[in-house]
């Protein structure tokens, strides 16, 4: 859990350029439905652990959610240097979020862009994987991805564990890209739960981060619905360490829930959450 919420984050200065990002840090950043900016205060590695402890109690089910390919609801990024100031004003943050998204998004593009060269031209280097990198071709940066971002701000993180992170303030942004979902964004399912006083007309709200976390949730299911899991689960499972007849389909659905109801094997404890 410390590696997801804090290890696997990317990090980047607020203001400054973006560091280039590697092949793990693009991996992790594909196949997730929303970014979650974590704007750095005192306690900021615990708020990730915890958070990401939260969000996968909600998101997980054993035996049906699909986590091929890194699939997860959310990437943490740590953003580092943002101004801690009550004055700045709601709609100035939402677009610089929003341009910082844009950023890191497209710093996923070069990285994906140069690992396709390096294929290519076979220049790979002692660490790098040619079967890894060609893993590259099942790993996209998902639209709601680019649509959507949530912000969490470190300084109104009390250190509670992942059983009381729900009620903190969180802002959801929408960076007005909408290319490739199936329908546009509102808020209207979720108005009895937004702070009146505190929402931007361009399309930025605060509310609770159980909120924001379940209405991202609600997409990503939509999306799905439309579309499909992209890239489809069907075609690009192949699962390691089997001999024989293959079962078709994701491995996500490999087990039959009838026979075995409940979640066995080793799973249970290595993903075992003590907050």
Request: aromatic residues 10%.
């Amino acid at each position: 859990m410390y590696r997801q919420g804090v290890v696997r984050a990317y990090r980047m200065e607020f203001g400054k350029p973006l560091r280039e990002m590697d092949f793990p840090a693009f991996i992790d950043t594909c196949n997730k439905s929303v970014p979650i900016y974590i704007l750095r205060g005192d306690s900021y590695r615990s708020l990730g652990v915890e958070l990401h402890n939260y969000i996968y109690r909600g998101w997980f089910r054993p035996y049906r959610s699909e986590i091929e390919h890194e699939r997860f609801l959310c990437k943490f990024i740590h953003v580092y240097g943002f101004p801690q100031d009550t004055k700045l004003s709601l709609p100035i943050t939402a677009a610089a979020m929003t341009m910082v998204n844009q950023d890191v998004c497209a710093e996923a593009e070069k990285t994906r862009r140069r690992i396709h060269h390096m294929i290519v031209s076979r220049n790979l280097g002692r660490t790098w994987n040619t079967d890894h990198l060609e893993r590259t071709r099942f790993h996209i940066i998902q639209p709601l991805f680019r649509a959507i971002l949530i912000l969490v701000a470190g300084w109104d993180y009390q250190l509670q564990d992942s059983s009381a992170v729900g009620p903190i303030p969180a802002h959801l942004v929408l960076t007005g890209i909408t290319d490739g979902l199936s329908a546009p964004i509102t808020f209207e399912s979720i108005s009895g739960k937004i702070d009146a006083d505190v929402r931007d007309a361009s399309g930025t709200v605060k509310t609770t981060l159980e909120t924001a976390v379940d209405f991202v949730m609600g997409l990503e299911e939509r999306e799905a619905a439309a579309f499909g899991l992209r890239p489809d689960p069907v075609t690009t499972c192949k699962p390691p360490g089997l001999n024989g007849t293959l079962p078709v389909g994701p491995t996500s659905r490999f087990v039959d829930t009838e026979r075995f109801p409940h979640w066995g094997g080793g799973g249970p404890g290595m993903t075992q959450i003590p907050g």
